[in-house]
């Protein structure tokens, strides 16, 4: 069982649909992340928050857009995506900018 | 190109057997990360190694840096077939202006 909870688990939507995905971690962590990850590919970094601010954005597009409500969740809303963003979403999280990241079980998200 | 690559891409081993993985960097390490990724799921945090030299065995799992910190190895001895998955190696590039990266990954397959 991961210590970091991503909901939902699938998500099927349209390309006008707005959506968010979740993520919640209790282990007092500080430092949030939010990958993607293609098929047989690795993950690959999309967004940091560090102390609840915004610390990282690798040019992701602005169809994506990250929130941090307090320290324990972290939310991307979704809003006209493409198909090509049709991907496994990883949520981690660590005890700050350092150390291990720890992931949860992503959402697999598929775009029509 | 890629900062880290993994060899081999690929491995199928019979139960039993010790295998090695390896991850090289061009660029100094100051933070070496080994994860685990069954398909379609979350990583899962094996190893950390940040010295030179540094060495880290949990069960039958072994990770070293080498002295220069470019090059990681993780060996697997006695593999079992809840050994398979994919194996990734990360690193944080903040140091040279770029943010958490991981390699390709290794896919492993155990045969019972």
């Known amino acids: 069982d991961t210590e970091v909870t991503q909901t939902p688990k699938h998500l099927v939507m349209g390309m006008t649909n707005k959506k968010s995905l979740k993520c919640e971690q209790h282990?007092?962590?500080?430092?949030m992340y939010w990958y993607k990850q293609k098929a047989k590919k690795p993950p690959e970094l999309m967004f940091v928050?560090?102390?609840?601010?915004?610390?990282i954005n690798e040019s992701v597009p602005s169809r994506f857009s990250p929130e941090c409500p307090n320290s324990s969740l972290l939310n991307l809303h979704l809003h006209a995506l493409q198909p090509e963003d049709s991907a496994l979403y990883l949520c981690?999280?660590?005890?700050?900018?350092?150390?291990?990241?720890?992931f949860g079980d992503g959402t697999r998200l598929s775009i029509l | 190109s890629q900062e880290l690559e993994q060899s081999p891409q690929s491995l199928i081993v019979q139960e039993g057997k010790n295998l090695t993985i390896n991850c090289t960097s061009s660029?100094?390490?100051?933070?070496l990360y080994w994860y685990k990724q069954k398909y379609g799921e979350g990583l899962i945090f094996l190893m950390m190694l940040q010295k030179g030299g540094e060495e880290k065995s949990h069960e039958k799992i072994t990770a070293k840096l080498d002295e220069k910190k470019q090059q990681s190895s993780l060996h697997i001895t006695a593999s079992q077939p809840s050994h398979a998955g994919i194996y990734l190696c990360g690193a944080d590039f903040r140091n040279y202006g770029q943010n958490f990266v991981f390699g390709p990954g290794t896919r492993l397959s155990v045969l019972p």
């Open positions: 981690a999280s660590s005890r700050d900018r350092e150390g291990p990241q720890h």
């Open positions: 660029k100094t390490l100051y933070g």
């Open positions: 928050y560090s102390y609840e601010k915004l610390s």
């Open positions: 282990m007092g962590h500080r430092a």
